[in-house]
Structures are given as C-alpha cells and as structure tokens.
C-alpha cells in the first residue's frame, strides 16, 4: 500500500420513527446504520436521504439536524481508503414497510428502542457508536429537531 489515500466521501442517517424507536441494519455480520458513497454533484444532505431510503425501503425520510462526521480506514483491492461520513438525524414518518437492500449484504432491519441500540452497539462499529454518542449529547428530545 502507497502512502496515498483515496478520500471518499458518505452521508448516512441515524433515522427515528415517530415510535421515537430506532433503524438497524444488519450487514455482514454487525448492525450497522444505513449510510453510502455521495454521488457526484450531490450534496451530503441529499446523498444522506437517498441512501437511507435505498438501504432501508423507505419512501418519506424528513432531514434533521446534523450529527457528526466519522472518518475509517480501510484497503480495497491495495489500495488505502480514508471513508469521511456525514451524519444527520432523520426521522421516517407514519407505517412505513422496511426493505433490507439484499445487493448491500443487508440481511436484517428493525426498529428497537434506544436501550435494546445500545446492546446492539456491542455488536457494531466504533464510528456507529460516534453517531447514537453526538444524538445523546444533543439531547433525546430528538423530533423536535426533525
């Protein structure tokens, strides 16, 4: 591996429901957010908002406020990769059906309780739990800011 790191840049949302529940995704072998690469001339809230609907099956996602950015590193194909995530809390109005995007390795999703997210998160990554640590620090009046 070179010294140079691609950069790419990723939005994603940790999304309530008007339950004040929780969206997790299950993908290859950790629960994880719903979260992807920004596309080209697109802005991090947009991207946040398509990918969330894409990875989740979700047809009507209201932006909030904004979380944080997490940044991992990671190789592919030898190459060194520096993944920069924008963070947004979200929230996904009335009944809404949940469609894991199976081409995503999604193999699970669900609503839980911030107490059954915070077992999850012994599950998870160190960034997922950045993303639910910046939402407590903000405050759990979270639709308030949706």
Same mark, same amino acid.
């Given at each position: 591996m070179g010294s140079n790191? #691609? *950069?790419i840049t990723a939005? &994603? &949302?940790l999304v309530m429901n008007e339950d004040e529940r929780f =969206? /997790? *995704?299950y993908r290859r072998g950790? +629960?994880?957010?719903p979260k992807g690469k920004q596309? @080209? &001339?697109e802005d #991090? @809230?947009?991207c946040a908002v398509r990918e969330v609907m894409e990875e989740c099956g979700l047809v009507d996602v209201w932006i909030g406020r904004y979380l944080c950015q997490t940044t991992h590193d990671y190789e592919l194909n030898g190459c060194a990769i520096e993944k920069q995530t924008h963070w947004y809390l /979200? =929230?996904?109005p009335g009944e809404q059906e949940l469609i894991p995007q199976t081409e995503e390795d999604i193999e699970g999703i669900g +609503?839980?309780?911030l107490e059954e997210c915070q077992k999850l998160l012994e599950f998870s990554y160190p960034t997922i739990k950045d993303v639910f640590a910046a939402f407590l620090a903000g405050g759990q009046k979270a639709k308030e800011n949706c």
């Open positions: 790191k #691609t *950069i939005a &994603g &949302g =969206l /997790m *995704i950790f +629960w994880d957010l596309d @080209e &001339g #991090t @809230e947009h /979200m =929230l996904a +609503w839980f309780t």
